[in-house]
Every structure is written in structure tokens, then in C-alpha cells.
T-cell receptor, first 115, second 116 residues
Framework: SAVISQKPSRDICQRGTSLTIQCQVD?????MFWYRQQPGQSLTLIAT?????????ESGFVIDKFPISRPNLTFSTLTVSNMSPEDSSIYLC????????????FGEGSRLTVL | AQKVTQAQTEISVVEKEDVTLDCVYE???????LFWYKQPPSGELVFLIR??????QNEISGRYSWNFQKSTSSFNFTITASQVVDSAVYFC?????????????FGKGTRLSVIA
């Protein structure tokens, strides 16, 4: 299984600022995804991070708010822009390899609190 | 469209009791994968099991067991002789990888509290 590392693991941010979360995997994965988990809620897919091209966003999420990069197979970033308290969530990076069709591995998550 | 329903929002049991977490899913695909993940209070997601749609055999792993029934579109999870360390939120999830690796759709989760 892949090991996925995220940082920061948690942060407290001020309204109106932006924060970039980094995700590093220890082996090549074919697909990388970013999920959001709002307090007490389930996981919602934000976008698929595509290597070397623009991410594919789910309904309700836009690039201006959540810019995503994936410069290579093992690294991706998610930026939460112009944050508001409603953005307080756990953001999780996940990856899937072709060897385990359909199985996702998750990072530890980044817990953001916006004041 | 894919959908995963976990009707039980919260369950509390006394230590050593058995508990079953329900999961019902909807999919139009004949090939799909079902998962259970555990999310302890620390927040990370821990993979528990993956089951593909062609394998209806029940599975047992220690105190954990899973009952997959395609006829009722259910994939229930039972913890035998529950322990306090089992307290967590448990998520059932579905994937349809017919066009390659696809992201998971998660149920809303069931919060399990095991009381000593």
C-alpha cells in the first residue's frame, strides 16, 4: 500500500488568508484526489488532481477557491484561498494505484480552523 | 448514480457486546468495489476492507466480519466483542472503476461509541 504524507497536519488561519496543503506519496500512483470533511460530516470529493494539467473539479468546487497542482506522480498541493470560517474542515489527500483497482489510500488529513 | 446509505448515525454499546453497522448502496454498474474505513478521533482514515462485486463470500478478520449481499445491496460490518478502542466513525464507501481508478463515494458514517 502507498504511504501518503500531508502537511501541515493542522493549522489555525485567519479569515481572508490562503493556505497550501502539500501531499507526498511514497510510490507512484495513477490517480490523486482531494477530499473535504466538514465537522461531523462525511467526505466530499473536491477534485481529481491531474499530473501536469488542470485538476478536474466536482460540482460546487471551483479552481479559484481551491487551486490544485500536481507537477509529478508523487506530489500534489491544494490551496484553500480567501478562507472563511466555513472552510474549517479536514482536507484529505488520497491516491490510487493501478495495482489495486478502486482502492484509495489516504493521508492523515490536514485539519484547518479558520477564525 | 452511485449512492451509499448508512442509516445509523450513532450507536452506543457496552464493551464486549457485538455490534453491526449497516451499509446499503446503489449502483448501475455490474463491476464495483465496496469499502469500509475507520476514522478514530485522531482523524486519519484507516482502511479496513475492500470487496469486489463478484465476490460475495463473507469475510472474517479477527473480531471483524463483513456480510456482502448483492440481493439486498448491502455490505454490513460486524464487530464481535467490542472494545473501547473500536470507538470511531466508520464509513462505508463505493467505487465504480469501470473506466479506471475512480474516487470513492462515501456514506455519511456511523459513529460508534463503546463504553467500558
Amino acid at each position: 500500500s502507498a504511504v501518503i504524507s500531508q502537511k501541515p497536519s493542522r493549522d489555525i488561519c485567519q479569515r481572508g488568508t490562503s493556505l497550501t496543503i502539500q501531499c507526498q506519496v511514497d510510490s507512484q500512483v495513477t490517480m490523486m484526489f482531494w477530499y473535504r470533511q466538514q465537522p461531523g460530516q462525511s467526505l466530499t470529493l473536491i477534485a481529481t488532481a491531474n499530473q501536469g494539467s488542470e485538476a478536474t473539479y466536482e460540482s460546487g468546487f471551483v479552481i479559484d477557491k481551491f487551486p490544485i497542482s500536481r507537477p509529478n506522480l508523487t506530489f500534489s498541493t491544494l490551496t484553500v484561498s480567501n478562507m472563511s470560517p466555513e472552510d474549517s474542515s479536514i482536507y484529505l489527500c488520497s491516491g490510487a494505484s493501478g495495482r489495486s483497482a478502486g482502492e484509495l489510500f489516504f493521508g492523515e488529513g490536514s485539519r484547518l480552523t479558520v477564525l | 448514480a452511485q449512492k451509499v446509505t448508512q442509516a445509523q448515525t450513532e450507536i452506543s454499546v457496552v464493551e464486549k457486546e457485538d455490534v453491526t453497522l449497516d451499509c446499503v448502496y446503489e449502483t448501475r454498474d455490474t463491476t464495483y468495489y465496496l469499502f469500509w474505513y475507520k476514522q478514530p478521533p485522531s482523524g486519519e482514515l484507516v482502511f479496513l476492507i475492500r470487496r469486489n462485486s463478484f465476490d460475495e463470500q463473507n469475510e472474517i478478520s479477527g473480531r471483524y466480519s463483513w456480510n456482502f449481499q448483492k440481493s439486498t445491496s448491502s455490505f454490513n460490518f460486524t464487530i464481535t466483542a467490542s472494545q473501547v478502542v473500536d470507538s470511531a466513525v466508520y464509513f462505508c464507501a463505493l467505487s465504480e472503476p469501470s473506466s479506471g481508478n475512480t474516487p470513492l463515494v462515501f456514506g455519511k458514517g456511523t459513529r460508534l461509541s463503546v463504553i467500558a
